[in-house]
């Protein structure tokens, strides 16, 4: 079934391992990020070219530390460990690993001592990126020193015979100047053709929804975002008319979205449903305050709502917008070396005992690669440029308790936020902007009178992906404007604070 070739990125829980993914598939080739501890006949059925071992936070004599499966060295694949990942292959021939004397974290040079092809067109003395505690010490038998930093550590292993490699530093990340040079020369070792590109996944998406539908009917969850559209007209793409798109009018929704939505989603090929379920979500959602409560309450709502319809139209397959960033935040693969942040409504929130079997053809992405695909499916300009807006919508918006008064309180706030960005140059450069209600009283003093009233907070970011962001510097003006606007119109709402925390070590969304 699995034509396209695919490097497999065993996770040992670093940071920059989603950036291991992004650079090889930069350079087209596929890649999927799995836990160490996948069963070998899921490793085989992707057939992997090649198997990269991602950094990690462990040491490897620690206790627990994650160790290489056992089949790694038996399939006779090239093999590259980066950081952790070469710590693990220096134990595992028998190498020695320790306690780093001398700590190297940040840039650092590097001497190439041997040539080998994964140096190939790379110059010694170029600078990459070091950030670890241990170092391997004694290099294993099969292995030659293949570059020292100008500190003297060990940089660089590898044996071109048996095609098994390993570097301290990070080439994924972007002050490694060679680093997609080394990736590249990896995937050339590899014996990779480099012909993964999005019309693949596009083509490859179809006829996997088609070999798992097959004869049956899909529901399709769509928000008017990005994600659920390019999910449904994949989805259309591989089974037609037995697809049927709901969308839930939650009530949590900002001002004007439901009507928006209907209007633009409406005109697409596929049968469109509403659930008007708004009454049933604030119920469910009543006097709850935890904001980890209410994403799995709303995520089981949905999946409810979705039974339900996929009962009364005999649907057995419930189709996703689920993305990457979804998936590594709610933290929900066997993989449990990377901390849960937040239960993304779609997937941590998905009860245990769903009847619906579930298909995510975005589930490897990330949010520019969905965008591009929207671009080549031909989806309108008010969709692809659409700000991203969580499935839990406005309720992780509303710190506390989630009700219509506050909800209308924060439609309203939100609405003069996106008004006043508008007017600007900075909103087409922003990820995101919009209003949080805060779930405080303070004083405040209108037309010589005493105000008790609640505290909105603006939230406006850069971001390339969602998955880290900074504050954005809007423009002093425009913050005053948006801040006497809300105190002027929202009765309700008698201060006004702007969110300056960059992710990490804050969230985008504040729950
Ligand atoms: P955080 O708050 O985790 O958000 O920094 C990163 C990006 O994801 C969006 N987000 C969600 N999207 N379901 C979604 O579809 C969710 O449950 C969810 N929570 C956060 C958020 O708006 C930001 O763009």
Redesign the pocket.
């Known amino acids: 079934m699995n034509s396209r070739e695919t490097i497999l990125v065993l996770d040992y829980g670093s940071q920059y391992n989603q950036l291991i993914c992004r650079r090889i598939r930069e350079l087209g080739v596929y890649t999927e990020l799995l836990p160490p501890d996948t069963a070998l006949t899921k490793v085989l059925s992707l057939k992997p070219k090649g198997i990269v071992l991602s950094g990690g936070p462990a040491s490897v004599y620690d206790k627990d530390a994650p160790q290489l499966p056992d089949w790694i060295l038996k399939q006779n694949l090239p093999v590259l460990g980066i950081c952790y990942g070469m710590q693990l292959l220096a134990k595992e021939f028998n190498g020695e690993v320790r306690s780093s004397l001398k700590r190297e974290y940040g840039p650092a040079q590097i001497e190439i001592l041997n040539s080998s092809p994964l140096f190939q067109n790379i110059k010694t003395g170029s600078s990459c990126w070091m950030s670890h505690g241990d170092e391997v010490s004694k290099i294993p038998s099969p292995f030659h020193v293949l570059a020292r930093s100008l500190s003297g550590l060990i940089s660089a292993v590898g044996n071109d015979e048996k095609k098994i490699y390993g570097v301290q530093f990070h080439p994924e990340v972007t002050h490694t100047l060679f680093g997609k040079t080394l990736l590249k020369n990896f995937l050339k070792i590899c014996n990779c053709q480099f012909s993964w590109n999005l019309n693949s996944f596009i083509q490859d998406s179809i006829q996997q929804i088609q070999e798992q539908v097959k004869e049956e009917k899909v529901i399709c969850g769509v928000s008017g ?1 990005i ?1 659920s559209t390019v999910a449904a007209l994949l989805t259309a793409k591989a089974v037609g008319k037995n697809l049927h798109s709901v969308f839930v009018d939650t009530g949590l929704l900002r001002e004007n979205e439901k009507q928006d939505v209907i209007e633009i989603l409406s005109h697409f090929p596929m049968s469109f449903h509403v659930s008007n379920s708004a009454e049933f979500f604030l119920k469910e959602l009543k006097n709850v305050e935890d904001p980890e409560k209410k ?1 799995k309450i709303i995520g089981r709502t949905f999946i409810q709502l979705f039974e339900k319809k996929a009962k009364s139209l005999n649907v057995k397959f419930l189709a996703q ?1 689920t ?1 990457y ?2 998936v590594i ?1 709610s933290s929900v693969g066997k993989n449990k070396l990377s901390a849960k ?6 997937v941590g ?1 998905l009860p245990k005992n769903m009847k619906l079997e579930l298909i995510e053809p975005l589930r490897y992405l990330f949010k520019d690669e969905v965008r591009e695909i929207g671009k080549t499916l031909g989806l309108p300009d008010k969709i692809l440029k659409r700000q ?5 919508g406005l309720a ?1 918006r509303i710190l506390g308790a989630v009700d219509e008064k506050r909800l209308s309180l924060l439609r309203k706030a939100d609405l003069i936020v996106q008004e006043e960005i508008e007017k600007t140059k900075e909103a087409g450069k922003l ?2 902007y919009f209003a949080v209600l805060l779930p405080l009283k303070t004083v405040g003093v209108m037309g010589d009178k005493r105000t008790y009233e609640q505290v909105a907070a603006i939230r406006a970011v850069h ?1 390339q992906d ?2 880290t ?1 900074s504050s954005a510097p809007l423009p002093w003006k425009v913050l005053n404007q948006i801040s006497s606007r809300i105190i002027s119109e929202v009765k309700g709402i008698n201060r006004v604070v702007y969110d300056i925390t960059p ?1 990490p070590p ?4 504040w729950e």
Not at 388 to 392: D, E, K, S
């Open positions: 975002g994600d994403r917008g993305l960033p979804d935040e942040i937040k239960t993304h409504h779609n929130g991203p807006f969580p499935g839990p992780v990820w995101q971001s969602g998955m962001a992710k804050g969230t985008i969304e």
